[in-house]
């Protein structure tokens, strides 16, 4: 045989694999033959054309017959067909195992929708990978920060500096912008300076136009799909000039496709950051510019951002000395930072969370807890099919005896079952997975998203669904499979082994586990919202009731006085006022100041300084604690200043009123560098509930602002808004009236934490409810078993109350022991929740007490729907029953 | 049409279903007369790929001498175990009385149907036969 080849291994596997045993031998023949004529040919050109053979024989004729060959898939038929009896013999129970795994399965699948596409955010950037951003770490005296800004100058240094950085550029924010179109204006919310190089380090994709020097000249702009649409229609606006409400045109050099929602910011139009003046500055200590690198291939992050303390001394160093009159030297030993660091923007989205970020991020606490209360939704469902599964034993002890008498091994008796549990598991899987697309605009609708196809789309969902599907199957019968086919023949057959009873242990274990859980979910729930209305009624020092804020008031220009005049005589207006500055987190303008004369840097205070108008304090209701407001008839107050309470206790200030604070270093505050303090305003939360207050200064500068603040005494509110609308529309024609009431933009401040509520209500209540069909379950089984002994009781006089009290007692104590085990738990959780709040509630007992009788409660009205049925039955048919 | 044709129909519908012989199963039933003692797979597949100029899979083959053998129209037995096999025996087919009466029956209904086609029309149908 040496001179014959002998053909390739792994096809005649395959072929011995699926064909026909009596087909094999002349199938081999010819193929070897046939494969002696290949000889000439290349090794894998034979082989190659060896297996096209081999696997023309997958053909129905030549596969061996499931019937015929194989014992194993014989019995797998069987099986199946068993199982679907069993299911339809057993509807109730069968139910609500199906019925409970595809709510858990479905609502796994949801929460891994959500958090696969938070988890996605900035991937979709040709270079996601190579692309961080610049944060800064700072602390000076006792100041601190850490901010997604970074300094002006920073980009083109540390390009220069650092050979591993590819490309480095910068946006600055800038709000929102009014157009010209024909007679209308347009407003573009998301207005942001960029440099050319930013444009290449994130290269967006394009509509019209090249990214090759858009942003090179002056007066040049890239609008989003979206924004060109809106000022141009569909035409091609490339080389098309628009026009802002201040007169200055820009050319439109590119429009790039809109942003995916996955992006940590978002724009509608890039202007060059050749318009932007300060760009230029060479200020290390100002950090306005959100910086972002394109890294060469292969760059360590951490290594980098080792170098960068190389030359902090040479930028930092010479700005410190003229303007803090400090060396960096003496600044880093006296306990100051100055760090930059680099955020990879891939993980921006879920870990960054630092002050002045383009856009709200989440947090991977709170995928965290999706992720955990995803698991525990199909624990939950699990549980209940093991629970029943153990519990109906007894009606399945004959057919395993019957089956072990005929010589069935246990193994078999295993495999039946498995094939049982993955049979239903894989019909809730199913139904999950019809949930999931049903349900998928009201998912959508709810957490705010755009997913169009979770399952079958690029992330390919569903076969890991069906995958996660089959395993709980598997996982959730092993138990019940090997408990049911232990049973000894004998003592079945002789009907004295008292099945299913010596596992109630065990059962109730996972009863307990499984309602712990609930609890602590439902817990979480109430304390989510619980803190929720803590925030909303807190007293922040400012009053959010009964305050309009009519937008772009800066456009009025001249005139903003006589339409500011013009509110003031509305009978229903208390106050009008005229600032940028509004209490609700968005408004930030650091400024370092000292007492003046105090020649120690640690004196260094770094303030809030708002710029607002006499009436300020009325419109918002704060409280002057001491001294006075403005006074615009006084020109002196054009450099004085109120303080809030913070910001005197920071400075050291005995007796403020009268004294005078200097602006550090050469930087002034509206043109003046020394303001004189005339009043202290109680302290009022200006950022988020999360931090505390900070130091504040308010000082009266030029007269504008993109808010008037309106104050009314009026409920009547289409009315005042009618008023102020076409008050407006007196002095300012073209721009359009908008107006937001204060309440509501300081609402929208805690969408994160709404959402986290109203998502965990809907999880909460999915858990109880599986929880209550697997007790459900239970309780119709326990009633089932216990139908003689009801019948006895009831012949022998015992009342229905007391048959239905007997039933719940045995329940409620596993509910007791339930609410034991998740009042620690949740408290432990939940506090570590509310240490992320400044201000946060106090964990009261109610709040446990109230949640383990809503749990109770409902488990109760489960069990006694059985309970009752079987108390209530008549005797004589539970008697004569068997 | 002859009622004994009609016959024959029935009655071979009657014993199994589908006995029709498609073009292809013809021409290997065909190939089996031909190849007489040596009528096995490979060598079928040899035989057709020379005498009708078209390759075919070794698969397709065996799939067509399986229908026919269901169809009653081959049996065969399995000899001679040769080294080029790698010592495995050949199964060697051969046709039926029941398969020579489907081929005779198929020769004749081509025949019918080729002597209704008019002289004249023949020749303006241009056969280049």
């Known amino acids: 045989m040496s001179d014959h080849r002998e053909p390739p291994k ?60 194989s014992n194993k898939l014989t019995m797998l038929k069987f099986n199946i067909i068993i199982a679907w009896r069993n299911l339809l013999k057993q509807k109730l129970y069968s139910g609500i195992n199906i019925i409970g795994l595809a709510i858990g399965l479905a609502s796994a699948a949801y929460i891994a929708i959500y958090v696969l596409d938070e988890m996605s955010f900035d991937e979709h950037f040709e270079n996601s990978d190579r692309i961080v951003r610049v944060a800064a770490e700072l602390k000076m005296a006792d100041n601190y920060w850490h901010f997604a800004v970074s300094p002006a100058p920073l980009a083109a240094a540390y390009k220069s500096e650092f050979p591993e950085i590819e490309k480095a550029g910068r946006f600055r924010n800038e709000g929102s912008i009014l157009v010209k179109k024909q007679d209308e204006l347009v407003e573009l919310g998301g207005l942001m300076f960029a440099d050319q190089e930013i444009l290449e380090v994130f290269n967006f994709k394009l509509v019209h136009g090249t990214l090759a020097n858009a942003l090179t000249e002056p007066n040049t702009a890239v609008l989003s799909h979206k924004s060109a649409q809106r000022i141009f229609g569909d035409n091609d606006p490339v080389g098309e000039t628009f026009t802002s409400i201040n007169n200055i045109s820009y050319e439109v050099s590119a429009v790039v496709e809109d942003l995916p929602t996955q ?132 009606t399945r002890a004959k ?36 949930m999931v697309i049903v349900c998928l605009p009201i998912f959508n609708a709810f957490v705010d998203k755009q997913i169009v196809d979770p399952l079958f789309g690029p992330s390919a969902l569903w076969w890991k669904f069906v995958l996660g599907g089959v395993l709980i199957g598997l996982i959730a019968g092993i138990y019940p499979a090997i408990y049911l086919s232990k049973f000894k023949p004998v003592e079945i057959m002789k009907n004295n082994i008292h099945v299913g009873k010596s596992k109630a242990s065990f059962r109730s274990v996972l009863v307990v586990f499984q309602f712990a859980i609930s609890l602590v979910l439902i817990i979480g729930t109430i304390i989510v919202f619980n803190q929720l209305n803590y925030i909303r009624t807190q007293n922040l020092g400012f009053d959010r009731d009964k305050v309009v804020l009519i937008e772009n008031s800066n456009t009025l220009r001249n005139n903003l006085v006589p339409f500011t005049d013009k509110l003031n005589q509305l009978p229903e207006v208390e106050a009008v006022s005229v600032t940028s500055f509004i209490p609700t987190g968005t408004s930030r303008s650091d400024n370092a100041f000292k007492p003046k004369g105090d020649g120690n840097v640690d004196a260094t205070v770094s303030l809030q300084i708002w710029n607002i108008d006499p009436s300020y304090f009325d419109a918002f209701g704060m409280e002057l604690l001491e001294g006075r407001t403005f006074d615009s008839s006084r020109p002196a107050d054009s450099s004085a200043i109120v303080l809030n309470e913070t910001a005197v206790r920071r400075f050291g200030l005995e007796d403020p009123i009268g004294k005078t604070v200097e602006v550090l270093g050469d930087f002034t505050v509206a043109g003046k560098s020394e303001f004189e303090v005339i009043g202290v305003v109680k302290d009022f939360n200006y950022s988020s509930i999360h931090e505390n207050v900070g130091a504040m200064g308010l000082y009266m500068g030029p007269f504008r602002g993109y808010y008037t603040v309106v104050k009314t005494t009026s409920d009547n509110y289409p009315e005042l808004l009618s008023k102020l609308e076409s008050n407006w529309e007196e002095f300012s024609p073209s721009v359009p009236f908008s107006y937001q009431f204060l309440d509501e933009v300081f609402e929208a401040q805690y969408r994160a934490e709404q959402k986290l509520g109203s998502i965990f209500t809907v999880f909460t209540s999915l858990a109880l409810f599986i929880a209550c069909l697997g007790l459900f379950g239970l309780s119709a089984y326990t009633a089932e078993q216990r139908r003689k002994e009801i019948g006895v009781r009831k012949v022998l006089g015992a009342s229905v109350t007391r048959l239905i009290i007997m039933l719940l007692g045995h329940f409620t104590k596993l509910l007791i022991i339930a609410v034991v085990l998740a009042i620690p738990i949740s408290w432990y959780i939940m506090s570590g929740w509310l240490d992320g709040f400044a201000y946060r509630m106090n964990l009261s007992p109610m709040i446990f007490i109230v949640g383990s009788l809503l749990a109770l409660l409902v488990a109760w009205v489960t069990v006694s729907f059985q309970s009752a049925r079987a108390a209530l039955s008549n005797p004589t048919d539970n008697l004569k029953y068997e | 049409m002859p009622s004994v044709y009609m016959f024959y129909i029935y009655e071979i519908d009657a014993k199994m279903k589908g006995t029709h012989l498609g073009e292809f199963e013809e021409i290997i039933l065909l190939l089996v007369g031909v190849l007489r003692d040596n009528a096995y797979g490979l060598a079928l597949v040899d035989a057709f790929e020379e005498q009708a100029s078209r390759r075919v899979a070794i698969g397709a083959v065996h799939s067509a001498l399986s229908r026919l053998t269901e169809k009653g129209f081959l049996e065969s037995e399995m000899t001679g175990a040769t080294s080029e096999r790698g010592g495995r025996r050949k199964r060697i087919f051969t046709i039926t009385a029941s398969g020579k009466r489907a081929l005779v029956n198929a020769r004749d209904l081509r025949v019918t149907l080729w002597q209704q086609i008019p002289d004249l029309s023949l020749g303006r149908l241009s056969f280049d036969v």
Do not use: C
Not at chain 1, 287 to 304: C, K, P, S, V
Not at chain 1, 408 to 430: G, N
């Open chain 1, 399 to 434: 057919e395993i005896g019957i089956k072990k008498v005929m010589g069935s091994f246990r193994s078999d008796l295993i495999t039946q079952f498995l094939t049982e549990s993955v049979f239903q598991a894989v019909l809730a899987t199913t139904i999950g997975l019809i």
């Open chain 1, 263 to 394: 992006t940590h910011f978002s724009f509608d139009v890039l202007i060059s950051m050749e318009n932007y003046q300060d760009a230029n500055n060479q200020i290390w200590l100002s950090n306005n510019y959100h910086t972002y690198f394109l890294l060469h291939e292969g760059t360590r992050i951490a290594d980098l951002e080792n170098k960068f303390s190389n030359v902090y001394a040479k930028y930092y160093g010479p700005q410190l000395q003229a303007m803090a009159g400090i060396s960096y030297e003496d600044a880093m030993a006296g306990g100051g930072i100055i760090r930059h660091h680099l955020q990879p923007i891939t993980d921006i989205h879920l870990t960054s969370g630092l002050d002045v970020e383009l856009g709200a991020n989440s947090s991977m606490q709170y995928i965290y807890i999706f992720m955990a209360v995803g698991a525990f939704l199909v624990l939950i469902a699990a549980i209940n099919f093991i629970n029943i599964s153990t519990a109906r034993a007894s």
């Open chain 1, 10 to 69: 792994w096809p005649d596997r395959l072929l011995e694999f699926f064909v026909k045993g009596d087909l094999l031998e002349e199938i081999q023949g010819d193929l070897f033959e046939y494969y002696q004529r290949l000889g000439d040919l290349p090794q894998w050109k034979s082989t190659w054309i060896y297996a096209y053979h081999v696997l023309h024989f997958l053909r129905p004729f030549a596969l061996k017959r499931i019937s015929q060959n």
